[in-house]
């Protein structure tokens, strides 16, 4: 292949579960040469087999300009995030999902990079800070529309084997299989649209070559399986499939967070006129993924 077809992607939260995925899908197809923009002290179990595959850099070792001086970047695929689980400042949150972001997006138009692909949620800016973090980096994004294609994908709940596990399909899956005494939940009635990771991963593919023939504007896709289930069924679902009788799932334990959103559903209209549509069914998805866990578990004893 001609060096000139093949697209230079700077790639952002390559060790997170999202972004490990679209990087071993990248890094597959010779359409594409990837940069990973990265932390020294991250994990990079996930990616240990394509980095020598990839260019990387340490952003905190050096200023981000630097990866713009020497390399000619055509695409910004920005997955990294901070879903501030863990207790941790806001300050932290806006960190990931706001101010490196905006760093990248003006870097980006100054150099002539052509496009920004951002991955949002579907949650209302609300419900968290993680949330608030990501609509409003939507705006900046809105902003720079007349300098470069500006993409902004918002996913629903995506889910699949080696999650972290404090993802919530992640945390039920990991406690019913070590079969847990009980597990507090709310009452369950928040409706839902889940979607497995491999078609999260084949819809961001899409979107990247279809980008190539974008003019400057901002475009939004959302990503979800067009199917609505609610948190207590989902659960009920997992406990079908994996068993785990002994433990109590302990429904009303739990209140409501404030500003709940309590029926969630993509709108992948857009997506699908780039020929896209869900491959997994929600028990198909759980039914692959909770195998692979148990296959992962067993590799182990």
Not at 108 to 117: E, W
Request: proline share 1%; charged share 25%; hydrophobic share 40%.
């Amino acid at each position: 292949m001609s060096l000139n077809n093949v697209r230079t992607i700077l790639l952002t939260g390559a060790t997170g579960y999202l972004g490990s995925n679209i990087l071993k899908a990248l890094v597959g197809d010779d359409h594409y040469k990837v940069i990973v923009l990265k932390r020294s002290f991250s994990n990079n179990f996930r990616i240990k087999n394509y980095l020598a595959q990839i260019i990387f850099y340490n952003l905190d070792e050096m200023d981000v300009g630097k990866v713009f001086l020497e390399n000619k970047i055509d695409l910004i695929l920005h997955c990294a995030t901070d879903y501030g689980r863990k207790n941790i400042n806001p300050s932290q949150i806006i960190d990931a999902n706001l101010i490196l972001p905006v760093r990248l997006l003006e870097l980006g138009a100054r150099h002539g990079v052509k496009c920004f692909i951002n991955t949002d949620t579907i949650l209302d800016k609300r419900v968290n800070h993680y949330s608030l973090s990501k609509k409003q980096f939507k705006e900046w994004l809105l902003s720079y529309k007349n300098q470069l294609v500006c993409i902004n994908v918002a996913l629903e709940h995506f889910y699949g084997p080696g999650d972290d596990k404090t993802k919530f399909v992640s945390y039920v899956v990991g406690c019913l299989i070590d079969q847990v005494e009980k597990i507090d939940f709310t009452r369950g009635e928040q409706k839902r649209d889940f979607v497995y990771i491999e078609d999260v991963v084949t819809a961001l593919l899409k979107i990247i070559s279809h980008s190539a023939m974008l003019e400057n504007n901002f475009y939004e896709f959302q990503i979800g399986s067009e199917k609505i289930i609610t948190i207590k069924e989902l659960v009920l679902m997992i406990k079908k499939i994996i068993g785990g009788e002994k433990t109590v799932l302990n429904f009303g334990a739990l209140p409501y967070r404030e500003n709940e959103v309590m029926e969630c559903l993509a709108d992948v209209s857009e997506i699908k006129k780039l020929g896209w549509s869900s491959k997994y069914s929600l028990y198909d998805g759980l039914k692959k993924m909770i195998e692979q866990e148990l296959a992962c578990l067993n590799k182990k004893i």
